[in-house]
């Protein structure tokens, strides 16, 4: 029998207690330090820490700057980088945020957010079916999946298990107090099929390389990607409609969490349906990446086509190069 260890497509978990207890006491002292922060200290902390990211991490700042050059072709150089400096910006307050929100409650959550779209998912709930939600790496995905639940109730998330066990509890902490039940990558398939046949809220993330079974190529700022069809099929088996979900930056510290329209589902009898689907909803991601280029993760390795295996996996592995530990596990998507 095959084990975790001997599979290329299943990253390895190793126990480093020493290593593990230290990065947990340094999240615990940051979250410390950000409790009696104001917002508009808090932001600017945020930003220092994403200049500081952008200083020292040569090689994922060089991946961002040749990903962003390969989007935008016609940007020049300084350009380019002012964006790259922007993400690793937006990325340091959201690790700071994400921090200051694991102390609130969630009517101070709620003070802080105001709705675009929230008609469509209050419509989409009434139906009485179960309602499917995605995102990206784009603004302030974490955030999102708490301020969702204490908006809307209870939703299933999908997330990729952190290396380190202690922040993982933690994290799993921050996201059950409002509502969120989260599930391994591997069965999340037939876990996510339940919820929705149960008329549930479920969320997954639609911008990472997979490596598995369920992978499609779609075009994804004019490149070939490799992202999962799970989104796309569990809507055209269940019928459910599917709705993308963003949450952006406003001044004062505060944001704005936007639900689009539902992406139009096309005849699940026609052959193409799956990656016709998958495509929309990787179209409407794209448009906010290039309206916001900054509030992306260009730091990890998206145009990997070349490198694809199938393999095994339910939803298999994802990008597991990533510039913050488990930064792909939240969502109304699901890391």
């Known amino acids: 029998m095959t084990t975790l260890s001997e599979r ?31 917002r508009r200290r808090l932001v600017s902390a945020g930003a220092w820490l994403g200049a500081l990211f952008y200083r020292v991490d040569r090689r994922r700042r060089e991946i961002a700057v040749t990903n962003v050059r390969a989007a935008f072709p016609v940007r020049t150089d300084d350009e380019c980088r002012a964006i790259v400096r922007g993400a690793f910006a937006n990325l340091g307050r959201h690790v700071f945020d994400l921090l200051r929100f694991d102390t609130m409650s969630a009517e101070q959550m709620m003070d802080l957010v105001e709705f675009e779209g929230a008609e ?10 179960g309602v499917m939600f995605y995102t990206g790496h784009f ?18 998330m999908v997330a990729r298990t952190l290396n380190n066990p202690l922040l993982e509890a933690m994290i799993e902490r921050v996201r059950a ?33 997979m490596q598995d079974r369920s992978a499609v190529t779609v075009e994804f700022f004019n490149r ?3 992202t999962t069809s799970s989104i796309a099929a569990l809507a055209l ?19 704005r969490m936007i639900y689009e329209t539902p992406v139009d589902v096309p005849d699940p009898e026609s052959p193409d349906a799956v990656q016709t689907l998958t495509q929309r909803c990787t179209d409407v991601l794209e448009m906010y ?32 190069d990533h510039p913050v530990a488990g930064a792909d596990a939240g969502s109304l998507a699901g890391r």
Do not use: C, K, N
């Open 8 to 38: 290329p497509d299943v990253p390895v978990r190793r126990h480093r207690p020493v290593r593990h207890r230290l990065e947990y006491l340094a999240v615990l002292a940051v979250r410390l330090l950000v409790r009696p922060m104001s």
């Open 120 to 129: 469509r998912v209050e419509q989409a709930l009434a139906s009485g079916r």
């Open 139 to 156: 603004g302030f995905w974490e955030l999102q999946v708490m301020v969702h639940a204490a908006r809307f109730g209870p939703i299933l």
């Open 177 to 209: 107090r409002v509502g969120t039940r989260v599930i391994p990558r591997q069965g999340a398939v037939r876990g996510l099929l339940r919820a929705l046949l149960e008329h549930r809220s479920v969320g997954m993330m639609i911008d990472q390389h």
């Open 224 to 226: 070939p990607a490799v």
């Open 237 to 255: 088996r269940t019928g459910v409609p599917v709705i993308p979900v963003f949450a952006l930056p406003l001044a004062g510290g505060r944001y």
């Open 289 to 320: 990446v290039r309206r916001y280029p900054e509030l992306w993760l260009w730091m990890h390795r998206r145009w990997r086509v070349a490198d694809a295996v199938v393999g095994t996996g339910d939803l298999g592995s994802s990008d597991t």
